[in-house]
């Protein structure tokens, strides 16, 4: 009914027939926060975002979440984390993080030096065995989003 509704509605039809050949695709997550990691209010930082998403092996959720919350620190020093979040709903065993960096370079560097700090590697040792598999996102926000 309410798809339906929309499609009556002049200005979503010019909405969608102007937003359909930026879309590669969709999906959709009902993801929670982590208690540990509350996400930033929306701010204009004109720098591109990183979304992580990791399927972990059933059964990991909260070791990860053990190991992860000592690396934040570790990573927190070179750039300004986002978010976290985490599934009960829909894909299981799913976690996702998001960054900002000004831009590729600057990523790139943050990544580098994140090695360097003692713990890093530890938290990357013990959290990828408990993932079954991982995706990196490079997001650019349109000029209407609140996060540009």
């Given at each position: 009914?309410?798809?339906?509704?929309?499609?009556?509605?002049?200005?979503?039809?010019?909405?969608?027939?102007?937003?359909?050949?930026?879309?590669?695709?969709?999906?959709?997550?009902?993801?929670?926060?982590?208690?540990?990691?509350?996400?930033?209010?929306?701010?204009?930082?004109?720098g591109i975002y990183e979304l992580r998403k990791y399927n972990l092996k059933?059964?990991?959720?909260?070791?990860?979440?053990?190991h992860w919350r000592k690396g934040l620190e570790c990573r927190s020093q070179?750039?300004?984390?986002?978010?976290?979040?985490?599934?009960?709903?829909?894909?299981?065993?799913?976690?996702?993080?998001?960054?900002?960096?000004?831009?590729?370079?600057?990523?790139?560097?943050?990544?580098?030096?994140?090695?360097?700090?003692?713990?890093?590697?530890?938290?990357?040792?013990?959290?990828?065995?408990?993932?079954?598999?991982?995706?990196?996102?490079?997001?650019?926000?349109?000029?209407?989003?609140?996060?540009?």
């Amino acid at each position: 009914a309410t798809m339906e509704k929309l499609s009556q509605d002049p200005a979503y039809t010019e909405f969608i027939k102007d937003l359909r050949p930026l879309l590669i695709s969709r999906e959709n997550n009902m993801m929670l926060e982590f208690s540990f990691w509350k996400t930033s209010p929306p701010q204009v930082t004109n720098g591109i975002y990183e979304l992580r998403k990791y399927n972990l092996k059933p059964g990991n959720l909260l070791e990860w979440e053990y190991h992860w919350r000592k690396g934040l620190e570790c990573r927190s020093q070179f750039c300004e984390p986002v978010g976290a979040w985490f599934s009960q709903l829909g894909q299981l065993h799913t976690v996702q993080h998001m960054w900002t960096y000004p831009d590729l370079q600057t990523r790139k560097t943050t990544r580098e030096e994140a090695w360097k700090v003692e713990g890093w590697s530890d938290t990357v040792y013990k959290t990828v065995r408990l993932i079954d598999s991982m995706h990196s996102y490079i997001l650019k926000p349109l000029s209407y989003s609140p996060l540009r």
